[in-house]
């Protein structure tokens, strides 16, 4: 059974930082790829960003080049998210997902599995 794990999640005050965690289980980060999306409330989840392991290729939305970071351990089937510069915009459910594909424009695409998710709130 698939299981993917986040944490890190939090209130922090605008321009602050948080590192989200996604834990995997069951599931190898080798050969196949993992992204983080989020929803806001009362909007749809969109994509965030994605890293696939074959190539090491890692893509961002736009609105988040620049200030987060996606990365991941093996070893530990862990991936990452470092989030800068956090904006009250960034206030959001955020999930880990894992898949065999993602791309620049970091969609749902190629994602099977997928996380409960880990409330950020951006807020002073």
């Known amino acids: 059974e698939v299981q993917l794990v986040e944490s890190g999640g939090g209130l922090v005050q605008p321009g602050g930082s948080l590192r989200l965690s996604c834990a995997a289980s069951?599931?190898?980060?080798?050969?196949?790829?993992f992204g983080w999306f989020r929803q806001a409330p009362g909007k749809e989840r969109e994509g965030v960003s994605c890293?696939?392991?074959?190539?090491?290729?890692?893509y961002y939305v736009d609105s988040v080049k620049g200030r987060f970071t996606i990365d991941s351990d093996n070893a530990k089937n862990t991936v990452y998210l470092q989030m800068n510069n956090l904006k009250p915009e960034g206030t959001a459910v955020y999930y880990c997902?894992?898949?065999?594909?993602?791309?620049?424009?970091?969609?749902?695409?190629?994602?099977?599995?997928w996380g409960k998710g880990t409330l950020v709130t951006v807020s002073s």
């Open positions: 890293i696939r392991s074959f190539s090491n290729s890692t």
């Open positions: 997902a894992a898949g065999h594909f993602c791309s620049a424009a970091v969609t749902h695409y190629g994602m099977n599995y």
């Open positions: 069951g599931f190898t980060f080798d050969g196949n790829a």
